[in-house]
């Protein structure tokens, strides 16, 4: 390799090191950073106040495995036979709620706390969960609800008495108005059962938290779910009412899952999934993969070459030369090295192979080659000609190549 040659390569990798250099040093600086989580979801992977991580593992803790469910509730998985369904973020659609109710009304056991949805003019929506269960909601004013109370029941037994709601729960008739609870059976709603209550104007009594006997199952309704959040969970009892429901309602075997689905998240992102979206999905991400990709670009045209390029085709001002010169080439340089009779035992080699022989290694093992020739098909000129180059002083290289032309195009004419 010449000099100019080997400085060009040595330019040509520098510069692949200083722009990979650059590359990683841009990707580290423009590495997508951890944000602080600024809504509210009461999901089972949030650690953070707002989630309900430590309920999950508490009730691990109680012997209840926990997992996340992050299908559809209809056209996927079978629905669970203990779910926790918290504050959803997507509406479960009427085919979710009808398969829902189906599995609690078949033994299964559902902790339900709905989401707030202000619509216009001040109205709160009603989604398809809340209307089969016959409960909507209704925000508290200021001196509206007085003395929260337990309702004598096995779930409430020796609890600490309760805090604060900022919302509560009422009955709804078919046309959204507010009734007496022994009214449901205008509309065939299913019972409630109060555990936790507060007294309201004109002798009302609003549900905080509730039991709604289905079938063989039951649903535990919560008017407000922040007492589950890793927040409140260690010091509420609210908490410690669902702790008991799940564990009074399932067994060692059964699997509590948090219903993810609905709080919008689809599935666990992968390394490639997370690069992905960072490449893609952020303005960072996108600059530097175009720096990268200009980088990449001008590589290709720069062209890293390795050694002198090799041309296909001779130059128009050289003449290529025949076969035949070359060999005539080869034989003066054989010549001029004083190395004859080394030319001659490689041109036998070729008689050799033709006749199933060793290529001879000296010109005694060539003589008694052509010897076996003579004795296999008789005295042929060829072969005479074969060994008067052999015989000759220089070896007549010319000769030798003649005669095993002639031996070899005679044998192949027979």
Known sequence: MTPTAASGKGRTLFWVAAIALAAGAAAYLARPEGSAATDVKRSFFRTTPDGV???????????????????????ADPVPGALVLLSPQVVPSPAEVRALLERVRAGGTLVYAPLLFPTFYGTLRVTPLMDS??????????????????ISHPLTEGLPAPGPLRRV???????????????????????????????????????????????????????DDESLSNGRAAEDPLALLV???????????????????????RGYDSTARRWAGFLFGTAG??????????????????????????MRVAPPDLERRSPLE???????????????????????????RAARRPPPRDLPEAEALIRELEARRGDEPSLARIRGGLRANPVDLTMV?????????????L
Request: with cysteine.
């Open 133 to 150: 269960l016959g409960i909507a909601f209704r925000q508290p004013r200021s001196g509206d609800v007085e003395n929260p109370e337990w």
């Open 169 to 223: 729960l009422r009955r709804v008739t078919e046309r959204g108005e507010t009734r007496r609870p022994d009214a449901a059976a205008e509309r065939s709603l299913p019972p409630l059962e109060h555990l936790l209550t507060w007294e309201g104007g004109e002798d009302r009594r609003w549900t905080g938290a509730g039991l709604i006997p289905l079938g063989e199952g039951r649903v535990v309704v919560l008017s």
């Open 243 to 265: 702790v008991r429901a799940l564990l009074a309602h399932t067994t060692p075997a059964d699997t509590v899952y948090f219903d993810e689905f609905h709080q919008g998240i």
């Open 401 to 413: 190549a003649a005669g095993i032309d002639d031996h070899l195009a005679t044998r192949s004419s």
């Open 53 to 75: 991580a430590g309920l999950a593992r508490g009730l691990g803790r109680f012997g209840r495995p926990t997992a996340p469910r992050i299908t559809p509730l209809a056209d």
């Open 326 to 352: 070359h060999v005539s080439a080869l034989g003066d340089l054989y010549e001029r090295a004083g190395a004859t009779r080394s030319a001659a035992l490689l041109l036998l080699a070729r008689l050799a």
């Open 285 to 310: 991400g996108r600059t530097l993969l175009h720096l990268l990709a200009a980088a990449f670009l001008a590589l290709v045209c720069a062209g890293l070459r390795f050694g002198a390029p090799m």
